[in-house]
């Protein structure tokens, strides 16, 4: 039954993150017709429509997963395919709800972790697809750990997590600027340093030394495979913030120990 409570949490989650994917970069970014117009756009309105043919859907063709699959796939005004990306993204929330309830049962620590892994997958996401971290993502990631530690839903003191978002912070802008002076060029975004400040607020700043090394070296060599196959944006950017958002979710569920150890980072072994 916990279980059953989780996944349907989980699929609920996952279709606001689909909505939170979608609509959240196109507020950033001020489109015209979101932002210049009288015409209201956010996460709540207007109500879920078709972007194809852009008709409103009925209720039910917004229930997660069920109605894809009654759907088969295709909207049910103009018969286009509906992307996977939507019933995929439910799927990993509810999943991933129901590993939290799994791990800590029906609690409020299990609620942390959730929100947590379901915050990191929408900034992946949208890091991905866009090039942007929004802050509304990045700074509830930030406060969301502090209240965390602090409310001890967290194993982490509050010290801890006040100084691991400070790190988290400080690390990359210095890396970023002192890139920046050397090649005059920009290598990352502010977006990433509020990330791994938001990991750091979770995880501690002890965490932050592998979950870099970690994240460099996937990056690194998914950036080499891309490369390989002649599939590599041609000026070269890869988003780092999914590989952050990866690393961190990692090192929060297999621990410090292990990642590190696996690294031949023996101190934090």
Same mark, same amino acid.
């Given at each position: ?30 489109? $015209? ?17 078709? $972007? ?218």
């Amino acid at each position: 039954m916990t279980w059953l409570i989780a996944f349907g949490l989980g699929l609920l989650m996952g279709s606001f993150v689909n909505v939170v994917v979608h609509r959240l970069p196109r507020m950033v970014m001020a489109e $015209p017709d979101a932002a210049h117009t009288n015409q209201r756009y956010d996460l709540c309105w207007p109500a879920s429509h078709c $972007p194809h043919c852009h008709t409103p859907l009925k209720w039910h063709h917004n229930i997660p997963l069920l109605s894809f699959v009654w759907l088969k796939g295709r909207c049910g005004f103009c018969q286009r395919a509906i992307h996977p990306l939507y019933p995929l993204l439910e799927v990993i929330t509810a999943l991933t709800w129901v590993a939290c309830a799994w791990h800590w049962g029906l609690s409020v620590t299990a609620l942390c972790w959730a929100l947590f892994a379901t915050t990191l997958l929408a900034l992946a996401v949208i890091d991905w697809q866009t090039t942007l971290l929004p802050d509304d993502l990045t700074q509830a990631l930030v406060w969301g750990g502090l209240i965390a530690s602090a409310s001890g839903w967290l194993p982490l003191r509050l010290d801890q997590s006040v100084w691991g978002a400070v790190a988290g912070y400080g690390v990359l802008w210095c890396v970023a600027t002192a890139f920046e002076r050397i090649t005059g060029k920009q290598g990352m975004g502010a977006g990433d340093f509020k990330l791994l400040a938001g990991l750091g607020a979770w995880l501690g700043p002890l965490a932050l030394i592998p979950l870099l090394m970690l994240a460099s070296l996937s990056g690194a060599i998914f950036g080499l495979t891309l490369k390989f196959i002649d599939r590599l944006h041609p000026d070269g950017y890869i988003p780092f913030g999914p590989f952050l958002a990866a690393a961190g979710l990692l090192i929060a569920v297999v621990g410090m120990g292990p990642i590190a150890t696996w690294l031949g980072w023996s101190f934090f072994a």
